[in-house]
């Protein structure tokens, strides 16, 4: 067969693939740029063409600058912290131990639960009056009176950092757990045989095996993490002062809640560049570090 | 997988539907409400229920989103084509609505009867540039509530006639040792904080407008802002009130953990059941209080009414149903939770019974309610507003600055 035709074949298999996904992908998008670069509303007007204005408004605007650099750390921060924490869960969890298929189900639990669902339970967890939080810390004599964590601008990001990584560190944990599988048990036994240490194990013989699987998993983690909306729309909205106010929040408001169709689109559009860009970064580095050029 | 879930219940729903679908032709009206303040779901509920046995041929399908998300479903629907036929707005929306055509002019529609016997201030909640856009259906307003055994205990002998007073009463309370943070207000970054504002600006006898153009920044609304710093600031109001909605705030009124609440009809008599709530009993509500000089009460209009949107199929059996839902009889058989829109319910003994605190109050502070801003891009202004009163509190900036900052955002 040639190579001509397989390449035929192989075009002809995925066209209706490519057809559902140009009605439903391609013509959306298609659409949003369109709308970037006209001043439409929401509701009613259909909008006229006024080029660059929106992306030169939102660029040159007080919120963007502020939404970016909280996104930045929201997802620096909470992808770090799922990465360190799910590893070490899945290291955990890959000893023999009575229970841990039990444990393994588990740890499945807070990834399977529904963001929104996520999110109001964390929000019971830090009420300032009522919350669980408040009564663990008070009664373990660690803090001396009830926190408003959602209300102060310093302890509102990290609030919702923690229940971002109490949802997600699952995920990581579950593909760092299948990396692990494929660790060959003699090597890490000639490992220890040859006197190397806990560390000394991790960094040569198991972690070579978890790169390329803990890279997707941080491709994944990153790119969901820029785009986060639910999870701060349901604790706290974007407040105080607009101090948890990250990207999608803003597009939300100028889209949705201000109606501006056409600034909104060139903010989304915006946004979306930014995550391709970290979106192809990652998979060079994928790349590079599988050795295929 | 829940994809597949939905297939299937929706494919089950399907085959019951047409099981067990009546012979006669429905029409069937999609309305969506809000679970949060005013008339319970179960009232709701009660309600269609009533509305739909006396006309069988018409169904009501309803939904309830909480207010927050209530503005942003009725636009996204009408965005996307549509959906509702019936739906709940604010005060605060017709202008936006009327301008972006989302609801239909029904001004036609009301009966002499109608205009005769709804409060003229309830027209308010429907009305931009002279047309009306829906039945008046939650006339409301902010009321102070406050705690008739801690005030006893506190020595004080009436409630405050004046925002000083309240301050003062509360700091004798925490003096007393009684409580440590004796008010609660709404000041999430949300319109809840918007509707304490402005009633606080109505007190001081400041405007959000004028001409067109932002006025906030000075006088009183500049006055109102500095109260709420003050009150933050020097420990009389519990500090978490930067984080509650109204829902926290009754919860802590309940528990007996506040001394004074800013909040809406329905705290009254949720506060006053022995069921939920232990303060039932002591319960006691005045209309907001005034400034000395410039004002004996406040209050702001936070009404609301039912509208049929443009792109409704069906607008005459909505309409029935908005006037089923806004009648005379339906409002004053669940005026618990909220007050009738009718003038002469106010006089009803059955209405009142039981609640002749709440209705004292409700004549007086119904006829000072104060609108917020009409203009379509009300959701800027309140959004800006927000910002302006949290980083004052917050103490990121000065009320002054703060507000000037809302100005700058307000898109005005």
Redesign the interface.
């Known amino acids: 067969m040639t190579n001509n035709w397989i390449t035929t074949r192989a075009w002809f298999l995925m066209l209706p693939l490519l057809i559902v996904m140009v009605a439903i992908i391609g013509w959306p998008l298609f659409d949003t740029v369109r709308l970037s670069f006209t001043d439409a509303?929401?509701?009613?007007t259909a909008g006229n063409f006024v080029g660059f204005e929106n992306y030169v408004r939102i660029l040159s605007g007080p919120n963007f600058q502020r939404t970016l650099i909280t996104t930045f750390w929201f997802a620096v921060l909470s992808v770090s912290a799922e990465m360190v924490i799910g590893v070490l869960a899945a290291l955990l969890l890959n000893q023999q131990f009575y229970g841990r298929s039990v444990l393994r189900a588990l740890m499945i639990l807070p990834w399977a639960l529904p963001t929104v669902v996520n999110a109001t339970l964390w929000r019971l967890i830090y009420n300032?009056?009522?919350g669980a939080l408040n009564a663990a810390l008070t009664q373990m004599g660690i803090i001396g009176a009830y926190q408003?964590w959602?209300?102060?601008?310093g302890t509102a990001l990290a609030s919702l950092i923690v229940a971002d990584c109490w949802k997600n560190f699952p995920l990581v944990a579950l593909i760092a757990l299948a990396a692990l599988q494929a660790v060959p048990r003699d090597i890490t036994a000639a490992a220890m045989v040859d006197g190397a240490g806990a560390w000394s194990r991790f960094r040569f013989v198991i972690m070579p095996y978890l790169a390329g699987p803990l890279m997707v998993a941080l491709v994944l983690r990153t790119i969901e993490a820029f785009k986060v909306f639910d999870i701060i729309w349901v604790m706290?909205?974007?407040?105080?002062?607009?101090s948890t106010r990250t990207l999608s929040i803003l597009v939300y408001?100028e889209a949705?809640?201000?109606?501006r169709?056409g600034s909104g689109a060139s903010l989304a559009l915006i946004v979306t560049l930014l995550v391709t860009i970290l979106a192809v970064a990652y998979a060079a580095l994928i790349r590079k570090s599988a050795g295929v050029s | 997988m829940l994809k597949s879930v939905q297939t299937a219940l929706l494919g089950a729903t399907l085959l019951g539907a047409a099981l067990f679908s009546p012979a006669h032709a429905e029409t069937k009206i999609n309305a969506l409400f809000m679970a949060q303040a005013a008339y319970s779901e179960a009232d709701v509920r009660a309600m269609t229920e009533a509305f739909t046995k006396a006309n069988p041929d018409i169904s009501v399908n309803l939904e309830f989103v909480p207010y927050?998300g209530l503005?942003?479903k009725t636009?996204?629907a009408?965005?996307s084509g549509g959906g509702y036929d019936v739906v709940l707005f604010d005060v605060i929306w017709p202008a936006?609505y009327a301008?972006?055509?989302?609801l239909t002019d029904v001004t036609d529609k009301i009966t002499p009867e109608m205009k005769s016997g709804v409060l003229p201030g309830a027209w308010t909640t429907v009305e931009y540039d002279g047309k009306r856009y829906g039945m008046p259906w939650i006339l409301d307003t902010k009321y102070l509530f406050y705690n008739k055994e801690i005030l006893e205990k506190a020595g004080i002998k009436a409630p405050p006639t004046t925002w000083a007073e309240l301050a003062e009463q509360a700091k004798t309370i925490k003096d007393k040792g009684i409580l440590a943070t004796p008010i609660a207000w709404s000041w999430?970054?949300?319109e809840a904080a918007i509707c304490d504002y402005t009633t606080l600006v109505s007190a001081y006898g400041g405007s959000f407008l004028k001409d067109g153009k932002p006025a906030f920044q000075t006088g009183g609304g500049l006055d109102a802002l500095k109260y709420m710093v003050d009150s933050y600031t020097s420990g009389v109001t519990n500090?978490?009130s930067?984080?509650f909605l109204e829902e926290?705030v009754r919860?802590?009124f309940q528990n007996g953990?506040v001394a004074f609440a800013l909040n809406w009809t329905y705290m009254y008599n949720m506060a006053n059941d022995p069921k939920d709530s232990k303060v039932a009993g002591k319960v006691g509500v005045v209309p907001a209080p005034g400034v000395e000089g410039k004002s004996k009460v406040s209050a702001v209009n936070g009404s609301m009414g039912l509208g049929i949107t443009s792109t409704s199929k069906h607008a005459d059996e909505a309409w029935k149903y908005i006037t089923f839902m806004t009648s005379q009889a339906t409002q004053n058989q669940y005026a618990k939770l909220s007050l009738p829109i009718w003038a002469s319910s106010y006089d009803d003994p059955a209405v009142a019974k039981g609640q002749e605190e709440l209705i004292a109050a409700a004549k007086v502070g119904l006829a000072a309610m104060y609108p917020r801003p009409t203009t379509p891009?009300y959701?800027?202004l309140s959004?800006a507003l927000?910002?302006a009163i949290?980083?004052s509190l917050?103490g990121?900036a000065k009320p002054d600055a703060a507000l000037e900052t809302a100005v700058q955002n307000s898109?005005l």
Not at chain 1, 256 to 259: I, K, P, V
Not at chain 2, 99 to 102: D, E, G, M
């Open positions: 509303k929401l509701v009613g300032p009056e009522y408003s959602l209300g102060e601008p706290t909205r974007g407040g105080p002062a607009n408001q949705f809640s201000f109606q169709a | 927050e503005h942003d636009v996204l009408q965005g936006e301008t972006n055509k989302v999430s970054q949300a500090p978490n930067k984080e926290d919860r802590l953990d891009k959701q800027e959004t927000q910002q949290q980083e917050l990121q898109g």
